[in-house]
């Protein structure tokens, strides 16, 4: 009797659990700022799943039979920013399909127009807990960026025709989200241009283990 009582309890817990607002940590940076590596690095130490904007929409440019695969390619090669309707849809999906409740979404939003449309979709439904922005040098970014499409990294756009685009973009629609969310007081800035173990021991300030 009291081993059945457990059990009810505890799959009513996990309906309470999973009925919570996910947390998301948005994780904002130029092209070749660590973003990624760092992200992995929290998910090691802290458990957060980590959902990369750029990586959900290569993924849905490649499988079969996608609707606006064409168009996110388009974007992609050409540095450009894409529709906020396509990008809040795949990361809506991709929290709905995970169990966890701690999100880093990284690279989004990137402009006004992803800020607008993740408000109007999404803010309801999740808990801003910060903006994680990875500061580096643009000679630096693009270094890595270059770097990593010698060494293979399947990337339309790790050149340099693609990386002086990535730049502008970067500064004329991401930098003023970052500027947004700096004056609402949720931006946490870490030093990205020195190595991934110093970077990530300044990451590290802003996640706890009961987080």
Not at 80 to 90: D, W
Not at 92 to 98: L, S
Not at 164 to 173: H, L, S, W
Request: hydrophobic letters at 35%; one cysteine or more.
């Amino acid at each position: 009797m009291v081993f059945g009582l457990t059990r009810i309890l505890q799959r009513g817990l996990s309906r309470v659990v999973k009925m919570a607002k996910p947390n998301v940590v948005f994780v904002l940076g130029g092209p070749g700022a660590g973003k990624g590596t760092q992200c992995d690095l929290i998910l090691k130490e802290f458990g957060y799943v980590h959902l990369s904007a750029g990586d959900l929409l290569r993924a849905e440019r490649k499988r079969e039979g996608s609707k606006v695969g064409e168009e996110i390619e388009m974007h992609i090669t050409n540095g450009t920013i894409v529709p906020v309707e396509i990008t809040c849809g795949l990361l809506d999906q991709a929290m709905q399909q995970n169990s966890s409740n701690n999100f880093l979404i990284d690279g989004f939003p990137r402009n006004e127009d992803n800020l607008a449309g993740w408000n109007r979709t999404m803010s309801d439904k999740i808990n801003l807990k910060f903006v994680l922005f990875f500061d580096c040098p643009e000679e630096i970014c693009v270094e890595r960026c270059l770097k990593r499409g010698q060494q293979g990294s399947g990337r339309s756009d790790d050149n340099v025709e693609s990386m002086k685009k990535r730049i502008v973009t970067y500064n004329n629609c991401t930098r003023p989200i970052i500027d947004h969310y700096d004056k609402m007081k949720m931006v946490r800035t870490v030093d990205a241009s020195k190595s991934p173990e110093n970077v990530f021991s300044e990451v590290k300030q802003f996640f706890t283990k009961d987080d």
